[in-house]
T-cell receptor, first 115, second 111 residues
């Protein structure tokens, strides 16, 4: 299995507090992604990274920021959590080798509840 | 209209049945992924394909690029196959490596 770890696995926080989720990989993959999964919506991309300090927005980036200071770590921050950000968050990694894309590997998810 | 549509949304089968889940997409793609998610569990990549057919154990995935359609087949289904199956496409027109996901097919295999 690909070495990808998310922390924490579960988090309950109050509206207005900052929250940081961590994704750590040991595969040295260039691409890292943060998705949220909500009933009826499937997986939606929040932010992604294509290298250290190289990040870009996804389709649901409002209210979220990310940082990638090392290849292995991709942090997702909710500056001021809202109830609409209650969701399950998944980190994923992939790469290209000899022009071919690798499969996508997912972390086990973080269940975030904002009260 | 979603760019990736899966059918059916829900499927109940008896153990041993042959199962087909369909995925249609409307964008040009470089690859299509089939993923599996067990209840409360993580997401596992089953297949990545850009043409033809792939087989792994009792699972078979096919893709028709001209028709923009893929199918996931499960032969001799078993209760442990009960999960959500998700189709995702890598959009040629999008940023490098971005994926568009279907909303998933919930499969329940009854003993």
């Amino acid at each position: 299995d690909a070495g990808i770890t998310q922390s924490p696995r579960h988090k309950v926080t109050e509206t207005g507090t900052p929250v940081t989720l961590r994704c750590h990989q040991t595969e040295n993959h260039r691409y890292m992604y943060w998705y949220r999964q909500d009933p009826g919506h499937g997986l939606r991309l929040i932010h992604y990274s294509y290298g250290v300090k190289d990040t870009d927005k996804g389709e649901v980036s409002d209210g979220y920021s990310v940082s990638r200071s090392k290849t292995e770590d991709f942090l997702l921050t909710l500056e001021s959590a809202t109830s609409s950000q209650t969701s399950v968050y998944f980190c994923a990694i992939s790469d290209y080798f000899w022009g071919l894309s690798s499969p996508l590997h997912f972390g086990n998810g973080t269940r975030l509840t904002v009260t | 209209k979603n760019e990736v549509e899966q059918s059916p949304q829900n499927l109940t089968a008896q153990e041993g049945e042959f199962i087909t889940i369909n995925c249609s997409y409307s964008v040009g793609i470089s690859a299509l992924h089939w993923l599996q998610q067990h209840p409360g569990g993580g997401i596992v990549s089953l297949f990545m394909l850009s043409s033809g057919k792939k087989k792994h154990g009792r699972l078979i995935a096919t893709i028709n690029i001209q028709e923009k359609h893929s199918s996931l087949h499960i032969t001799a289904s078993h209760p442990r196959d009960s999960a959500v199956y998700i189709c995702a496409v890598r959009d040629l027109g999008g940023a490098t490596n971005k994926l568009i996901f279907g909303t998933g097919t919930l499969l329940a295999v009854q003993p």
